[in-house]
């Protein structure tokens, strides 16, 4: 574990009082909440840097998403599949787990703010997401997902998807 060092910061006299607020209705000291705020924030802008990710607005994304060609969503899947897996290959190299995928989806899921679920079945795992970014937006990223586990070797059984959700379930294989 790295040495912990401390730093100090300012907030204006409008700031801090809402800061105190909010750390109380969190059951945190002031400290901690600073601490968390800063950490989630340095890893959140690190990971994005680390991967050149560009932030797009949900009004600028949903617009993408709503003119994207239905006959296309296969297509931009596959292509958004194999960016993933190579990302994942950089920063891991090329023998991919199970686990490692799970990990890596999880971790940008919440980096990214977003409502996205592992649930521990018999022999599987069923991913569930909750957004509202539209139909679109659900078929693609299941079909995304789906792809990235069947590139190393698992088995989707299941993929489900509406307007603000989708779910798709993998098959736990031993690799």
Partial sequence: MAKKAQLNIRLDGKTLPIFNDIAKQMNLSPGTLGTQVVTQWVKFYYYKMQRGDVTLSKQVLSKFLEVLDKK????????????????????????????TLVDHILKWN??????????????????????????????????????????????????????????FEVVRHKK
């Fill in 72 to 99: 296309r969503i296969e297509e931009a899947a596959m292509y958004a599949a194999k960016v993933m897996m190579d990302d994942i290959k950089t920063q891991k190299g090329n023998k991919i787990t199970y686990q």
């Fill in 110 to 167: 919440k980096g990214n703010h977003l409502i996205f679920n592992k649930i521990e079945k018999d022999n599987c795992d069923m991913f569930l997401s909750k957004h509202d970014l539209g139909y679109n937006w659900s078929e693609l990223e299941c079909k995304i997902y789906a792809k990235v586990f069947q590139s190393i070797g698992q088995t989707v059984i299941n993929t489900e998807f509406e307007d603000n959700i989708f779910s």
